[in-house]
Nanobody
Framework: QVQVAESGGGLVQAGGSLRLSCAASGRTFSTYAMGWFLQAPGKERQCVAAISWSGGRTYYADSVKGRFTISRANAGNTVYLQMNSLKPEDTAVYYC???????????????????WGQGTQVTVSS
């Protein structure tokens, strides 16, 4: 079992940047595919970025392509989400999720993931 915890959220002006971090417990982090989801008020949770266990494959939602970058440091049990050129519509609670897998791919569905963090609030002011 693995536990994940997000950090790095906050308030930023439109056009600014934030880097979210997700720290995971356990000694088998390198076998987990990871994802970042956001949930805006009144809306369903959706995947904005995902990464395979090796880091070799990544996914981005169309809304964040070219602005967000997902990466991982398996040695440090951490996955990151670098968010640049932030927009007010990026305002949401951001969640980190993990699933142990033998697949070389990534996962984008909420139901694919087993372990979730508590979320971190990102607010982008206009």
């Amino acid at each position: 079992q693995v536990q994940v915890a997000e950090s790095g959220g906050g308030l930023v002006q439109a056009g600014g940047s934030l880097r979210l971090s997700c720290a995971a417990s356990g000694r088998t982090f390198s076998t987990y595919a990871m994802g970042w989801f956001l949930q805006a008020p009144g809306k369903e949770r959706q995947c904005v970025a995902a990464i395979s266990w090796s880091g070799g494959r990544t996914y981005y939602a169309d809304s964040v392509k070219g602005r967000f970058t997902i990466s991982r440091a398996n040695a440090g049990n951490t996955v990151y989400l670098q968010m640049n050129s932030l927009k007010p519509e990026d305002t949401a609670v951001y969640y980190c999720a993990a699933v142990r897998t033998l697949s070389v791919g990534f996962y984008t569905r909420e139901d694919d993931y087993v372990y979730w963090g508590q979320g971190t609030q990102v607010t982008v002011s206009s």
